[in-house]
């Protein structure tokens, strides 16, 4: 089945640095994933909908400068968190779906820790 | 797409059926039924989904009643492991539908 591979699963940043998370798609081509947000307690929200070859689609809220995605292959979805505050401390996640007729499928979360 | 609601909890003894119901009156003709479930600090996993006839796979049974408003996943022998929060979701048939999460049920098995 199509397998969503999130990196890295754990990070602990200092407040005011930046961090990279990757989501890749192994063994499918994705035009569009999904960016979502879990604090504790709570359901996923979604961020920001990343399309490969264009600009990423932001939720309200949602800060895109802060938050910078960058979709620059069919495999590969990148989340930046800028500037990164304490208050960004969460669990992040990516989807994505390899077919107009398949489920999304998800990664194992990269749990971001701003100290 | 349409919002859905279910139970926040329930409990299920270990090796009973779990049965795990979820309305979606406001469901639109060319939306499916998804069903994923999130064990604690891991990503959602993708379970099952159908649009209107049952569907059943190796981990689940789902049924959709006939007026589509509503459904019920089934776990046929529940275990320890299958704790977790259950999350029922309409969703358009386009890949680039977004699942928009609810509450979900939180599903806790009990030896």
């Known amino acids: 089945g199509a397998v969503v591979s999130q990196h890295p699963s754990r990070v602990i940043c200092k407040s005011g640095t930046s961090v990279k998370i990757e989501c890749r798609s192994l063994d499918f081509q994705a035009t569009t994933m999904f960016w979502y947000r879990q604090f504790p307690k709570q359901s996923l929200m979604l961020m920001a909908t990343?399309?490969?070859?264009?600009?990423?689609?932001?939720e309200q809220g949602v800060e895109k400068d802060k938050f910078l995605i960058n979709h620059a292959s069919l495999t590969l979805s990148t989340l930046t968190v800028t500037s990164a505050h304490p208050e960004d401390s969460s669990f992040y996640i990516c989807?994505?779906?390899?077919?107009?007729?398949?489920?999304?499928?998800f990664g194992n979360g990269t749990r971001l820790t701003v100290t | 797409d349409a919002k859905t609601t279910q139970p926040p909890s329930m409990d299920c003894a270990e090796g009973r059926a779990a049965n795990l119901p979820c309305n979606h009156s406001t469901i639109s003709g060319n939306e499916y039924v998804y069903w994923y479930r999130q064990i604690h600090s891991q990503g959602p996993q993708y379970i099952i989904h159908?649009?209107?006839n049952n569907e059943t796979n190796e981990m689940a049974s789902l049924i959709i009643t006939e007026d589509r408003k509503s459904s019920t996943l089934i776990l046929p022998h529940a275990t320890l492991r299958d704790t977790a929060v259950y999350y029922c979701i309409v969703r358009g048939n386009n890949a680039g539908n977004m699942l928009t999460f609810g509450g979900g049920t939180r599903l806790m098995v009990k030896p």
């Open positions: 990343s399309n490969e070859g264009s600009k990423a689609t932001y």
């Open positions: 159908g649009l209107k």
């Open positions: 989807s994505a779906g390899d077919s107009h007729n398949s489920p999304l499928h």
